[in-house]
């Protein structure tokens, strides 16, 4: 079974910290993504990544930004949390042969 | 990139047939459709993928009409465990032209 794992599934941070979510895959998978989840909104693309150091901007970018230095790891970095960050922050891995995702539990995040 | 619009929710009984359509008339050539269903605090999970005419697996079926533009994700004798949020994803592509847009969601509340 595909794991993808996230380094926390509650965090608490505070206006203009700086905030590191980690992703971690172990089915070596090309592909890595990161979502936000908002009601009403489903899920939005902010960064995914296809190989090691390379990455690409998804819908909403900005305020994010996304490191791969290992191929199994993607982190997102929030360089100065803002309160309309808070949300539900959903990581996935693809293999490049096909789209199936797989998710991660999340992170909810909470900035105040 | 297709749009994808899907109902908000949708309420059905034990035993009976879910039926949910998903619109993406901008739909892309090398685009895949898939479906994801989600608990409350858990990440989604892969139901079914396709790209034209019918698969069916040992848990729904998806049909896709010839021109693409819509999908139809049918859940057979559903119970109360299939209370979810079930999500359309159309995507495809590869490396750095990698192009997705999920639905917002549908809410699915079975009822005894």
């Known amino acids: 079974d595909v794991k993808v794992t996230q380094s926390s599934r509650y965090l608490v941070k505070r206006t203009g910290e700086k905030v590191f979510l980690e992703c971690v895959q172990d089915?070596?998978?090309?592909?890595m993504f990161w979502y936000r989840q908002d009601p009403g909104l489903g899920l939005r693309l902010i960064y995914f990544?296809?190989?090691?150091?390379?990455?690409e901007k998804g819908d909403i970018p900005e305020g994010y930004s996304v490191s791969r230095e290992k191929k199994e790891r993607f982190s997102l970095i929030l360089e100065s949390a803002s309160t309309n960050q808070t949300s539900m922050y959903l990581c996935a891995s693809s293999s490049s042969q096909t789209d199936t995702q797989y998710f991660g539990p999340g992170t909810r995040l909470t900035v105040l | 990139l297709a749009k994808t619009t899907q109902p908000i929710s949708m309420d059905s009984y034990e035993g009976q047939e879910v039926n949910i359509t998903c619109s993406h008339n901008?739909?892309?050539?090398?685009?895949?459709i898939t479906w994801y269903q989600q608990f409350p605090s858990q990440g989604p999970r892969f139901i079914i993928q396709g790209y034209k005419t019918k698969v069916t697996n040992e848990v729904a079926s998806l049909f896709i009409p010839a021109d693409r533009k819509s999908s139809t994700l049918s859940l057979p004798r559903v119970s109360l465990s299939d209370t979810a949020v079930y999500y359309c994803?159309?995507?495809?592509?590869?490396?750095?032209?990698?192009?997705?847009?999920f639905g917002a969601g549908t809410t699915v509340t079975v009822r005894a």
């Open positions: 994803l159309v995507g495809g592509g590869s490396s750095n032209d990698y192009k997705l847009s």
């Open positions: 990544s296809y190989d090691v150091k390379m990455k």
């Open positions: 901008n739909i892309a050539t090398n685009d895949y």
């Open positions: 089915m070596d998978h090309e592909n």
